[in-house]
């Protein structure tokens, strides 16, 4: 014999119906019709054999026998004001702590955009953000610190999946006075003629960046080695050589001032960016919302112009 089991809309129904003492009061605070709650209640006390309301001149009284029924109910219908709560505390971001790394080249400038996005949608989330070297990145999801990182490169692991993020291009940095200042575009040749101010090439993301000379066969010769993009624009600032570096990276480091110049670079300078997970592990919902925040910049912001 199937389980004589109330809904939620039921549950809902029968409560009004204590609150309000008659249909016509339940139908007011459900904002639904009369004879629909006549129908429901009529089917509710055939499913359960029992009778849990008397009517006397369109007043509903719980019954005698029903009233342990009634005490249940109240208890169910606060159950679900509680999780309903919880579930609003949850959409606002509230007493939850978001965590998740980034790699540099990514972290410094489109990962603080994202999360301008995400905290619009959930204003009280908390969020833990580590700035991670790429090598840094395995352990960093295999120790669960965090849900993901953002990555400017991809590898093969057994235990780490990556999705596409975005694409984004390189470009040549220069000093307002360098000779190539001036020019709508230049070439890996041309600017391998110059000093550079850049990332090891056997680092990941300096390989990245050296990848428009190795393609050619270009030697190059990086006088001055940094690990991070920030500190490649402050050198070049200082007119002390000149650099390649992604668009994300110029995208958000006060290049407007009027001493520094972006060059498209005339060869094929595409790059991908990539968000890096655990094969084992689903991502939060709010990891899922920066994540199509973060696509949403890397799409404004990936190209040179």
């Not at 009369?34 to 509710?44: D, W, Y």
């Not at 940095?173 to 230049?186: E, I």
């Amino acid at each position: 014999m199937p389980k004589r089991q109330l809904t939620l809309r039921q549950i809902e129904v029968i409560r009004a119906i204590m609150v309000a003492g008659s249909i016509a009061g339940a139908a007011r605070l459900l904002n639904v019709s009369q004879p629909g709650l006549s129908r429901t209640m009529k089917h509710v006390e055939s499913m359960l054999k029992i009778k849990l309301f008397s009517r006397s001149g369109g007043k509903y009284t719980p019954s005698p026998e029903a009233q342990s029924v009634f005490a249940q109910l109240n208890e169910v219908y606060k159950k679900l004001n509680d999780l309903q709560f919880s579930i609003e505390q949850l959409e606002q971001g509230l007493d939850v702590e978001f965590c998740f790394g980034s790699v540099p080249s990514i972290g410094h400038s489109m990962v603080p955009r994202a999360i301008r996005r995400l905290k619009e949608q959930y204003p009280q989330l908390r969020i833990n953000l580590e700035t991670l070297k790429l090598e840094e990145a395995v352990d960093y999801l295999l120790l669960e610190r965090g849900e993901f990182v953002c990555m400017s490169y991809r590898f093969d692991h057994p235990a780490i999946s990556f999705q596409p993020l975005g694409a984004g291009e390189l470009a040549c940095l220069v000093h307002a006075s360098h000779p190539l200042a001036d020019r709508p575009a230049v070439s890996a040749r041309e600017i391998a003629r110059y000093p550079l101010i850049g990332i090891d090439p056997g680092d990941p993301y300096g390989g990245i960046l050296a990848s428009i000379f190795e393609r050619q066969g270009l030697d190059f010769d990086i006088v001055i080695r940094v690990r991070y993009g920030s500190m490649i624009i402050s050198l070049v600032r200082q007119n002390l050589g000149i650099a390649v570096l992604d668009s994300f990276t110029l995208s958000d480091l006060g290049l407007s001032a009027g001493e520094l110049r972006v060059i498209p670079i005339d060869e094929e300078a595409r790059f991908d960016t990539y968000v890096a997970s655990r094969r084992d592990q689903e991502l939060s919902s709010f990891a899922d919302s920066f994540v199509e925040a973060i696509r949403t910049e890397m799409i404004l912001q990936g190209r040179v112009e």
